[in-house]
């Protein structure tokens, strides 16, 4: 199934003139990357967010989240929202911002 293109729109307008932000194809998506580090993306319909190990359990608190378990395996520090979740621009603008945080404070690659 291919990922959803206007959800990535949405993100690409958020990230369009910061600085360090990249794209390229992942997970059967696309993934924004800051300094080389993996911040944010789509895979299906779902937004997926690094949010890190020390916020991962606060961020799946919330009732549109959940592990993302793309390999069957949730993988630690990254979670799916579903579409609910990210309806709003406040809301979307909120769990990226998260991601880029996050990916901001890794070393570059």
Known sequence: MPYNED?????RN??????GI?????F???CFMVN???ACGVERNNLVIRVGPDKYEEA????FARPMD???RPLKGFIYVVP??????ATLRKWIGSGVNFAKALPSK
């Open 7 to 11: 959800l990535a729109n949405r993100i």
């Open 14 to 19: 958020y990230c369009r003139g910061k600085k």
């Open 22 to 26: 990249s794209e390229r194809k992942m």
């Open 28 to 30: 059967g998506g696309v």
């Open 36 to 38: 080389g580090n993996m």
């Open 60 to 63: 799946l608190k919330n009732p």
């Open 70 to 72: 793309f390999t069957g």
């Open 84 to 89: 609910e979740g990210y309806k709003s621009i």
